[in-house]
């Protein structure tokens, strides 16, 4: 479908639902879907940032920026989803309690924005694409036990279809990388705690400085495995020697490269092994 029509589509889906509340996280999805709420819905929407320690600070102010520079509404709540020992424990479900912790504080949220008033209700959308249902995703369950809408899904958009789209809205964000939060990074069974969030945070912040902008830090307890498209493998060999002494200093014992270079959501080839 052009993207002239899938514009067409998506506008006439969010129109529909006269107010909207928009779990945003400032990734590509979430983003197209706020601009896109409030272009066609303006005041009658709202972005809903969830910030915590697995949020690193560079996207929450790359979330900050955008929404700031398009206009949109923007609420930011705090989830404390690190004070759930089922999400610490980081076992393959640790999303669904991510995500069951986030849309409860909207919840909260979206019924003190209703109040007792006799009008249409807020509804509550994200972003999770077509795509997405091809992989791992336990925070799709959640999102169906809370009765969240999903657009894109409905719609039958793609990743690459919302990409299309946001290239067609003249936005920046088209071609920004997927960065999923921090504790994605964590082998799964190894317990997430604001250390090991912090360590894979500056690793990456690290790497992002010296140019790379697709990449992962994998946290392996005294190990960082990097994960960085092979074209890119010349850039981790030419800063080597820096990239292991800030590795180092951050308290990784061992710094490897993965030979199998950059693959989104790789730990989830440890469920697939089990």
């Known amino acids: 479908m052009e993207p002239r029509r899938s514009a067409q589509k998506l506008e006439e889906y969010l129109k529909k639902m006269q107010q909207t509340m928009i779990a945003y ?43 700031q520079k398009h206009g949109i509404p923007l609420q930011i709540i705090q989830t404390q989803e690190l004070e759930d020992p089922s999400y610490q424990a980081n076992q393959a479900d640790r999303c669904y309690h991510c ?59 793609s990743k690459q279809t919302i990409r299309d789209l946001c290239a067609y809205y003249d936005l920046e964000i088209a071609d ?20 090991k969030l912090s360590q894979v945070e500056q690793a990456e912040d690290f790497l992002f400085d010296l140019g790379l902008r697709v990449l992962r830090v994998r946290h392996h307890g005294d190990t960082a495995r990097i994960e ?39 730990l989830n080839s440890m469920l697939k092994a089990r």
């Not at 590509?28 to 409030?38: T, W």
């Not at 949220?109 to 249902?133: A, C, F, H, M, T």
């Open 25 to 67: 996280s400032g990734g590509v999805d979430s983003a197209l879907l706020a601009f896109a709420a409030h272009r066609v819905l303006g005041g009658q929407m709202m972005a809903v940032l969830a910030d915590s320690a697995s949020l690193s600070r560079r996207e929450y102010r790359n979330a900050l920026g955008f929404a």
């Open 99 to 157: 995500k069951k912790a986030l849309f409860a504080k909207i919840e909260v949220l979206r019924k003190q924005l209703q109040g007792s008033r006799d009008i249409e209700p807020w509804q509550i959308s994200y972003g999770v694409n077509v795509d997405d249902l091809g992989d791992y995703r336990p925070g799709i369950q959640a999102a169906r036990e809370a009765s969240i809408q999903a657009p894109y899904l409905e719609l039958g958009f």
């Open 176 to 195: 920004k990388p997927a960065m999923p939060c921090t504790a994605s990074r964590i082998a799964y069974g190894e317990k997430v705690t604001p250390k």
């Open 228 to 266: 960085v498209p092979q074209a890119d493998f010349e850039t981790i060999w030419t800063h080597h020697n820096e990239i292991c002494q800030k590795f180092h200093a951050l308290g990784f014992v061992y710094v490897a490269l993965d030979l199998d270079g950059f693959k989104s959501g790789s």
